[in-house]
């Protein structure tokens, strides 16, 4: 699971950004200041730090400072500050994005799926051959055998979510946010309608699949 660490002394944001990251199945580790941040960044190597820059016991700056000396994964920057001085010096110090305060929250996500994202462009092949079918990420087209499967754009959508997360549990509630919105987060029954759609069109016995799987009662995972 991707870890996200937040630095920010506001509780009333901390306590709203760790409710929605969690039901996006990112864990979240929090701190209030930037000495507890060093101590526990350093401790639990995070994929992810969100950092405030006004925080009680330093400059926001020179704890991004700090974490980049030593750091590599994305650093995003939260502020109240808006002037263009302080944006350049928070990427000069290391920071990989800066959003400013109040913020919407689906932004804010998505810009943490895109710093994600180029953090780890490795990850995942452009495509993934299976025994039975291939998906071409970046032709966006999928062949069983010689023939061209035909899949409607959400069906693309879902299976290409689980095909770059291969072998990685992928969160029923993640799988509603990024392929139908946030206005479906209780339409679970979306997800079922559509991995059987998948089966049927990709699995050699759909009954019984081996490369897209269930795991009851959390989400779907993507094997090779």
Do not use: C
Request: no cysteine.
């Amino acid at each position: 699971m991707t870890l996200i660490h937040i630095v920010d002394d506001d509780k009333g944001l901390l306590h709203a950004l760790a409710i929605n990251l969690r039901a996006r199945e990112y864990e979240v580790h929090l701190s209030p200041d930037g000495k507890t941040a060093l101590t526990s960044i350093a401790r639990d190597n995070p994929d992810l730090v969100i950092v405030d820059l006004g925080l009680p016991d330093m400059d926001g700056l020179e704890l991004v400072r700090g974490l980049r000396a030593w750091l590599t994964v994305p650093i995003i920057v939260l502020s109240a500050r808006e002037s263009q001085a302080d944006k350049v010096g928070a990427l000069d110090a290391g920071a990989d994005d800066y959003v400013t305060k109040p913020f919407g929250m689906d932004e804010f996500v998505a810009r943490i799926r895109a710093a994600l994202r180029r953090a780890s462009p490795e990850k995942t092949p452009s495509a993934m051959v299976t025994s039975t079918f291939t998906v071409d990420l970046a032709a966006r087209r999928v062949t069983k055998g010689s023939k061209e499967v035909t899949l409607t754009p959400t069906e693309w959508h879902f299976l290409e979510i689980l095909v770059r997360h291969k072998g990685q549990l992928v969160g029923q509630q993640q799988l509603l946010n990024e392929v139908w919105g946030e206005g479906y987060s209780n339409q679970t029954n979306y997800l079922r309608v559509y991995i059987a759609r998948l089966r049927r069109k990709l699995e050699t016995d759909p009954t019984r699949p081996r490369h897209l799987i269930t795991v009851a009662g959390s989400g779907y995972r993507f094997d090779q």
